[in-house]
């Protein structure tokens, strides 16, 4: 997953709470895409002179909910419940590093919020290959290896927004700076029954 060049590798061993724990896991799963899909929305809202974002957005809000309706779907047939909304303190702890703009610049809140969900998607991206290597479930396996594929796509559609529409800001010194954050906040997680616990 070099492409992705996060710092810090998933433990595999994390695998092992996942299949111990998969209605938990399952439900945090469901609405974690549920909260990417609302994100490429609220991207939309904000940035809707932007034709490129606009079009990409609306792909990925639609495949969000899709992805959702297809954990949900596992959900029902494996007689679990579907459990509420838990706080994801991984995502809550990122969303601390994004810049608030001083003088109100828009290209700013974008480039952060492009980022932002960027980041999200790659440690996403990353945490399904571990779930689709070493899962015993062999359709759960599947499952996450098909949806790894889908976070890849998301991930790079992101930066390469960012990349599109930043005017005065440097991505990459910038992605890279996020890239650092990210590794000291995912070295405390790796125990937990969510997507980024």
Not at 147 to 160: C, D, G, P, Q, V
């Amino acid at each position: 997953m070099s492409i992705l060049r996060l710092q810090l590798p998933t433990d595999p061993r994390w695998a092992n709470i996942v299949e111990e724990n998969l209605e938990d896991i399952l439900s945090d799963h469901a609405w974690c895409e549920q909260k990417a899909a609302t994100n490429a929305i609220m991207l939309i809202i904000n940035n809707a002179e932007k034709e490129d974002l606009v079009t990409e957005m609306t792909a990925i809000s639609i495949e969000e909910m899709q992805h959702f309706q297809m954990v949900h779907h596992i959900i029902k047939e494996r007689g679990y419940e579907f459990l509420r909304e838990r706080k994801d303190d991984y995502v809550n702890e990122l969303a601390k590093f994004m810049k608030k703009s001083s003088d109100g610049s828009r290209e700013c809140g974008l480039i952060e919020r492009l980022l932002f969900a960027a980041m999200i998607e790659a440690r996403s991206c990353e945490r399904f290959k571990v779930l689709s290597e070493n899962l015993k479930d062999e359709e759960l396996a599947k499952f996450y290896r098909d949806l790894m594929e889908s976070e890849a796509a998301h991930y790079t559609t992101f930066i390469n927004l960012a990349r599109k529409y930043a005017e005065t800001i440097d991505v990459e010194k910038r992605w890279k700076a996020w890239l650092e954050y990210e590794a000291s906040v995912i070295a405390k997680y790796g125990e937990g029954t969510t997507v980024h616990g």
